[in-house]
């Protein structure tokens, strides 16, 4: 498997900018030029982080009820930025998957 540091190097060789990498990557321009740099992550969580909706698609529920397993500790959510908007790893909601 390619990292996703070596994809952003062989992209910037063929003379693409920082924007259209990132396009092509889904990151943002300013993540392509850190990787390109060679700086870390300053992600703390490792893994995919869902949004609330993104993990009522996967468990095939209402983003009300994913919302009511984060309260009740059955669903473990990352609250994030001022909002202290919810976000789910991926790897969580895929244990509760296999838990049903």
């Known amino acids: 498997m390619i990292s996703r540091r070596d994809k952003v190097i062989k992209l910037k060789k063929t003379g693409l900018g920082y924007a259209e990498i990132g396009r092509r990557l889904g990151i943002s321009r300013e993540r392509v030029r850190q990787i ?7 992600r703390k969580a490792p893994g995919v982080m869902l949004t609330t909706s993104d993990a009522a698609q996967l468990l095939g529920v209402h983003a009300n009820t994913v919302r009511h397993w984060s309260e009740n500790g059955i669903l473990k959510a990352y609250r994030l930025g001022p909002r202290h908007d919810r976000r789910f790893r991926r790897e969580d909601v895929d244990a509760l998957l296999k838990e049903q």
């Open 36 to 42: 390109a740099e060679g700086k870390p992550s300053s």
